[in-house]
């Protein structure tokens, strides 16, 4: 099955996400392969022998969250120089968001733009990262605060790679089909509270459903002017308690689950969400083990790192809040003071 991005601006260019198979992929030109040594050591061999092109290397970084910096940028294009790569050339990304974001960023650094091809890996990266083009890599201020927007030439999602993910990773992944369900479609949640993820079948129905939601998003906001901002549900909360625990504590899916929480309980607080739809929500994240409990030093110091966020602007802040499932709301700039009552409720000896 395919899915089809339609991208308005002639800058861009439309592409195909095909859930099946790995297909033959021959390529002009010379390629590389980005990875990491656990997915090299599982299944590179399956990739090489599907993956066609006039010289083809394979470059591989440390695996995690921690090295999503420019240091690790670095070493990818001096790979790159050292193999005579050229502006014909293509990159592909074989991996999980991290990898993902990191190709896709050093393919539109190097030599001011090259092509670069998504092969996901993790649940996560299959329903969200590796669709609509977002690059990026974090630095000491925050999440992904330095990238940029850069389309794949394809995206190939193949459920076979994740019969070896660990079950914390296949449960951060199911944390993001639960939030495009919440914010844009109330049948799918409904769907989902009966249908269980395991079964494989179940599960490439709700692959395919979170890729037509994300694609019918950037399709309208490409560069996240408007409406693809939605997408950031669970994220502005989950990004700082990442932040906080230095990237490492909780995967970001995990971080997103906790965010989705807090995030509800800001709706809550501004009568957009009711108590009913919160448990319900809980309960869909816990039926997979994601966390849905969450301690806080200081409010105060919770909130100020919303202003490193890149939905900021003018000292301003905006949430995105449920109203009601299925549906949302921006809340942009809401009073301070509501903002930090919601987060005293998750502050310690509360």
Known sequence: MKVSIKLPEQQSRDYDITIDSLPEI????????????????????????????????????????????????????????????????????????????????????????????????TLLSQVDASVGGKTGINNRFGKNLVGAFHQPRAVYIDTYWLKTLPAREFAAGVAEIVKMAVMFDEAFFEWLETHDLHDEANLKEAIRRSVELKAKVVNEDEKEKGVRAVLNYGHTFGHVIENFSGYGSYLHGEAVALGMIMANALAMAHGLFSEEEAERVKKLLERYGLPTEYTIDSAEEFYDQFFLDKKSHDNKITFIVPERIGHYRMLVDPEKEKVIEVLETFEKDR
């Not at 599982?42 to 090295?67: F, N, S």
């Open 26 to 121: 021959t390529l002009e030109g010379k390629a590389a392969i980005i990875t990491n040594p656990k997915i090299s050591g599982l299944h590179l061999q399956r990739v090489l022998e599907r993956v066609k092109a006039a010289e083809l290397y394979v470059v591989t970084i440390p695996d995690g969250e921690y090295y999503k910096t420019m240091e690790t940028i670095e070493s990818i294009l001096e790979n790159l120089f050292n193999h005579r790569l050229d502006r014909k050339s293509t990159l592909i990304a074989f991996g999980g968001g991290v990898i993902g974001d990191m190709t896709g960023f050093a393919a539109s650094i190097f030599q001011r733009g090259i092509d670069f091809i998504q092969i996901p890996t």
